[in-house]
T-cell receptor, first 111, second 117 residues
Framework: ELKVEQNPLFLSMQEGKNYTIYCNYSTTSDRLYWYRQDPGKSLESLFVLLSNGAVKQEGRLMASLDTKARLSTLHITAAVHDLSATYFCAVEPGTASKLTFGTGTRLQVTL | GAVVSQHPSWVICKSGTSVKIECRSLDFQATTMFWYRQFPKQSLMLMATSNEGSKATYEQGVEKDKFLINHASLTLSTLTVTSAHPEDSSFYIC?????????????FGQGTRLTVV
């Protein structure tokens, strides 16, 4: 059974600080996704990582994938309050578009 | 990106009644759609895979007679929660991808908040 774990589960950080969220998964997969979820809302796609060594950046967020270590990271640079949300990674183990989600990381950026 | 629409966005129903949730792919055809459930402060859990023209595939622990899935066309899947109880209150989200192949990303509907009273 595929397991996807994120840490930390909750992160409170000050504006302007940097931090990294980690996503570990238990079986081989070459496709990993990062999503953002605001309270009461559905998922917003952030990144799609399709191969080992993939790195993608958008604004203050950067995601990377190491398929050999079965690890993805989401790095936050100089956090701002608008980044407060819950972030999920999701792994696609083989069947197209069937995702197993991580436990989620609730990010709170304080002034 | 492609658009997936869910309806309704929220619904309140009485215990014992049934509720239908629709998931539509607006600008593409989807032979496969997925239904997820999310309880408060938890992650998304896959409930079932909806297959156009055939029976849905349910994940372990999901009652197929309680959560009826119909995928009658290439753009519409419905999830019916039958004899709903308060413990079925949750956020239900569907997803679909164009073509369903290896290089296609899944797109999510806006979700349906179900409250059973």
């Amino acid at each position: 059974e595929l397991k996807v774990e994120q840490n930390p589960l909750f992160l409170s950080m000050q504006e302007g600080k940097n931090y990294t969220i980690y996503c570990n998964y238990s079986t081989t997969s070459d496709r990993l996704y990062w999503y953002r979820q605001d309270p009461g809302k559905s998922l917003e796609s952030l990144f799609v990582l399709l191969s080992n060594g993939a790195v993608k950046q958008e604004g203050r967020l950067m995601a990377s994938l190491d398929t050999k270590a079965r690890l993805s990271t989401l790095h936050i640079t100089a956090a701002v309050h608008d980044l407060s949300a819950t972030y999920f990674c999701a792994v696609e183990p083989g069947t197209a578009s069937k995702l197993t989600f991580g436990t989620g990381t609730r990010l709170q950026v304080t002034l | 990106g492609a658009v997936v629409s869910q309806h309704p966005s929220w619904v309140i129903c009485k215990s014992g009644t049934s509720v239908k949730i629709e998931c539509r792919s607006l600008d593409f055809q989807a032979t496969t759609m997925f239904w997820y459930r999310q309880f408060p402060k938890q992650s998304l859990m896959l409930m079932a895979t909806s297959n156009e023209g055939s029976k849905a595939t349910y994940e372990q622990g999901v009652e197929k007679d309680k959560f009826l899935i119909n995928h009658a066309s290439l753009t519409l899947s419905t999830l019916t929660v039958t004899s709903a109880h308060p413990e079925d209150s949750s956020f239900y989200i569907c997803s679909a991808s164009p073509g369903g192949g290896w290089n296609t990303e899944a797109f999510f509907g806006q979700g349906t908040r179900l409250t059973v009273v």
